[in-house]
């Protein structure tokens, strides 16, 4: 059984496109994550949501708690955003506990 | 500029050899987490601890895999005796939850080669 489904797996898109990956969960969570994995292997955290809505920069994450949804958006897209995004759960404590993660969405940005 | 720290970065042995981890996690950070990113499975916990004791290893194999932290400066991972199916990137991660952010900062990764 997996516990978090992530859609689309791989996306091609052209620069300038408005991106948005999604991400369904089967479970009750603490929070969600959404992660980078840059070309290079590095993995850094983009948002961590328990509710509503975060922004930073380009990049949009919003959570439907009742749902068990949640989408991370990127606007104006670049060819630097090409990477994997991966999301991830909670079940305590925020970022206080080990995630458990989705498959991750390769996401390229052409020129 | 803190970050985490692993060594070393790329590793390659032999079935049956001893492969030792480190990590040095961000100073004031008591949360340690390791995690394991394979082709088919993806990435999975195997371990964490807060304020150096574990708190959950049950995605660890026991009978191979060990971790420990000596110190609040240093975490290791060890596989004796390594097999093929061990081979990976093993990513050490760390936090201080409950002080503002929860967020988990990862380390570089160690790609283990088991021939």
């Known amino acids: 059984k997996n516990e978090v489904e992530q859609s689309p797996q791989n996306l091609t898109a052209q620069e300038g496109e408005f991106i948005t990956i999604n991400c369904s969960y089967s479970v009750g969570i603490s929070a969600l994550h959404w992660l980078q994995q840059h070309p290079g292997g590095g993995i850094v955290s983009l948002f961590m949501?328990?509710?509503g809505k975060k922004k930073h920069g380009r990049l949009i994450a919003t959570i439907n708690i009742q749902e068990k949804h949640s989408s991370l958006h990127i606007t104006a897209s670049h060819p630097r955003d090409s990477a994997v995004y991966i999301c991830?759960?909670?079940?305590?404590?925020?970022?206080?506990?080990?995630?458990?993660f989705g498959k991750g969405t390769h996401l390229i940005i052409q020129p | 500029d803190a970050r985490v720290t692993q060594t070393p970065r790329h590793k390659v042995t032999e079935m049956g050899q001893e492969v030792t981890m480190r990590c040095q996690p961000i100073l004031g950070h008591n949360t340690v987490f390791w995690y394991r990113q394979t082709m088919m499975q993806g990435l999975e916990l195997l371990a964490y601890?807060?304020?150096?004791?574990?708190?959950?290893d049950s995605g660890m194999p026991k009978d191979r895999f060990s971790a420990e932290m000596p110190d609040a400066t240093l975490a290791t991972l060890k596989i004796q005796p390594s097999e093929p199916r061990d081979s990976a990137v093993y990513f050490c991660?760390?936090?201080?939850?409950?002080?503002?952010?929860?967020?988990?900062?990862f380390g570089p990764g160690t790609r283990l080669t088991v021939l």
């Open positions: 991660a760390s936090a201080r939850p409950g002080h503002g952010t929860d967020t988990q900062y």
């Open positions: 601890f807060r304020n150096r004791a574990p708190l959950d």
């Open positions: 949501l328990s509710s």
């Open positions: 991830a759960l909670s079940f305590s404590g925020g970022g206080a506990d080990g995630l458990t």
